[in-house]
T-cell receptor, first 113, second 114 residues
Framework: NAGVTQTPKFRVLKTGQSMTLLCAQDMNHEYMYWYRQDPGMGLRLIHYSVGEGTTAKGEVPDGYNVSRLKKQNFLLGLESAAPSQTSVYFC????????????FGPGTRLTVT | AQKVTQAQTEISVVEKEDVTLDCVYETRDTTYYLFWYKQPPSGELVFLIRRNSFDEQNEISGRYSWNFQKSTSSFNFTITASQVVDSAVYFCALNNQAGTALIFGKGTTLSVSS
């Protein structure tokens, strides 16, 4: 089992460019999440999905879009990157039911110049 | 509103010292879950423990122990005889009302020196 994987691991973008971060999990989890981590801010939820074809906004959704076309994949898109989106992005997944622990990917470090 | 507060931003200790990381939460739910995660310098997030609101028994796992007190809305984490490998950022988290997501505290950075 690879668990939760994220692609790419690092990326540098220029302001205004677009990109998509890919999260994949092989644990057949229903729930998937995208967080961003900034110094002194902890982890903040961007968007999440409770199943294939569903998405919902989290705490800081502005400037991001997501899609969950397949159960195992959760895509995070930045249509027009801004320096404020420089961050480390983490994807996570978990099974449905109780608030079970989330399993995290290794993170993607994104720098927007 | 639900909230998790980790008031200690950074803690520095010397090896073999005991250290307690504080976590205070706010929720109006009667049923809820609390979590601790560890983020070592390598960056990944590692699950440590989950505790539900009906189980106030303290838990011990090796050098780690957790003290859950509903009366003070706290879920504190103690490392006994700390080691350099314990150096990490530790996050406390609470499930949201719908049970669909976690609300994280801002984390406590623990530095253990030899």
């Amino acid at each position: 089992n690879a668990g939760v994987t994220q692609t790419p691991k690092f990326r540098v973008l220029k302001t205004g460019q677009s990109m998509t971060l890919l999260c994949a999990q092989d644990m057949n989890h229903e729930y998937m999440y995208w967080y961003r981590q900034d110094p002194g801010m902890g982890l903040r939820l961007i968007h999440y999905s409770v199943g294939e074809g569903t998405t919902a906004k989290g705490e800081v959704p502005d400037g991001y879009n997501v899609s969950r076309l397949k159960k195992q994949n959760f895509l995070l898109g930045l249509e027009s990157a801004a320096p404020s989106q420089t961050s480390v992005y983490f994807c996570a997944s978990r099974p449905p039911g109780l608030p079970y622990e989330q399993y995290f990917g290794p993170g993607t470090r994104l720098t927007v110049t | 509103a639900q909230k998790v507060t980790q008031a200690q931003t950074e803690i520095s200790v010397v090896e073999k010292e005991d250290v307690t990381l504080d976590c205070v939460y706010e929720t109006r739910d009667t049923t809820y879950y609390l979590f601790w995660y560890k983020q070592p310098p390598s960056g990944e997030l590692v699950f440590l423990i989950r505790r539900n609101s009906f189980d106030e028994q303290n838990e011990i796992s090796g050098r780690y122990s957790w003290n859950f007190q509903k009366s003070t809305s706290s879920f504190n984490f103690t490392i006994t005889a700390s080691q350099v490998v314990d150096s990490a950022v530790y996050f406390c988290a609470l499930n949201n009302q719908a049970g669909t997501a976690l609300i994280f505290g801002k984390g406590t950075t623990l530095s253990v020196s030899s």
